[in-house]
């Protein structure tokens, strides 16, 4: 029983350590060197650099930084951007340090795991960032970055002393993220293909960004007619109309009520011609 609860501790520390290294590294060293350096928990022997002053201390600083910076508009989607190269390969190298003294293939494999965990929870936050910022308003920013703050120290808390509890929250977070994932990339999408077509280097051929949900009429709203597929002509057949929507379909730029929608609407102007 003993091994068992002491496995289950494992576990939920490595996913931990991912998990909040994705939304913020140094928040997660700090927790964890704090931890160590106190006696609040015995880290492994290649987890126990965290809790060395002068890796607190710059963990510290940085976290400092980042505070300010992640309450920015902008400002923090850049930090986002550039610490793709910081979060994932530390929170894998946290993750395989969470194990112990066990066989280097074990290490690797938890490396990969974690790197994993730490990637998605980055790519949701850093995600969710960018469309945060089409509002113009700076409260959000704060309101997400402290959220953020706030769940990284208590995640690490409940994962090192209610271990069970961390791992059932935590895969009810990977079930949300399979859920929202696919959803804030096809946002994120919309906005870029909306910037391209304010600097001039995309032609806007449909209205890109719509709610279906919206009222009829409204800017929100889609608009089947104004939906023609690229590089459509007087000339081009039924076939070659269809095929362009589909292609648009395929690309994620047409719903598939979007896409059914103008499909009918392109049948129908074909068969009035």
Known sequence: MEEYQQLIGVISLTMGVAWASGLNLYAAILVLGFAGSTGGME?????????????????G????????????????????????????PAGALLAA???????????LAAGIVGGSVTSVTHAAKASTRVLINTSPEPVSNWLASISEDVAV?????????????FLIGFVAFLFLLI??????????????RKIGQWLGLAKETR?????PSAPAGSPLSPNVDTIEPPAASASQSLV????????LHKSGSLSDMEFEQAKASVIAKHQLA
Do not use: C
Not at 97 to 107: E, F, K, R
Not at 156 to 164: C, F, I, K, Q
């Open 153 to 165: 120290f208590g995640g690490l808390w409940v994962a090192l002393n209610h271990p069970v509890i």
């Open 97 to 107: 340090g969470t194990v112990g003294d066990v066989s280097p293939a074990l290490q």
């Open 240 to 247: 070659d109309a269809l095929r362009g929507l589909e292609a």
């Open 207 to 211: 209205e890109a960004i719509e709610d």
């Open 61 to 88: 600083l940085m976290y400092a930084v980042e505070f300010f910076a992640d309450k920015v508009p902008g400002v923090d989607t850049g930090w986002d951007a550039l610490h793709t190269f910081i979060r994932i």
């Open 43 to 59: 880290l492994p022997e290649n987890l126990q650099i965290v809790q060395d002053p002068a890796v607190m201390l710059a963990a």
């Open 179 to 192: 859920w929202l994932l696919p959803k804030l990339w096809r946002g994120i999408a919309r906005i870029f």
